[in-house]
């Protein structure tokens, strides 16, 4: 596995935006996962959208293909050192907890995270972020 896809990145594809569509595509090769954090966030749209069940159908497809990652000690001990190196630096961190989770899930497993989101990871040290998203 390569890529961790942030939860705007799903999403866009959920919705069937053609470029998320084809950026799916190009990298399920080499293996794409979404966070446990990203998969509670996509549920929250689909139970607040107009038609649950039609997206949770969407939802399960995308699923079949692509592996949710949980969140464990070592990725919590890692969110923990990210938000303490972040505050010490100055940093925001609180408007971006779980955008952090997503974070140390990627550099737990050695991802590249793929998001439209740069501004809230751009400051993660080690994290690399997919240039092409």
Known sequence: MTYLF????AADWLNG???ARQLVTRLLPTG???SAVSYAEIVEGILGGRDPA??????QTF???IPVLGIDAAIAR??????LDLRRRGLGVNHRALDLFVAAT???HGLTLVTRNT???????????????
């Open 6 to 9: 942030d939860t705007d990145r």
């Open 17 to 19: 935006r053609a470029d």
């Open 32 to 34: 794409i996962a979404i």
């Open 54 to 59: 039609r997206e949770e159908e969407g939802f």
């Open 63 to 65: 699923l079949r293909a």
């Open 78 to 83: 890692r969110t923990g050192e990210l938000r």
């Open 106 to 108: 990627a550099l737990e």
């Open 119 to 133: 501004r809230h990871y751009r400051d993660v040290p080690g994290l690399t972020l997919y240039q092409d998203a």
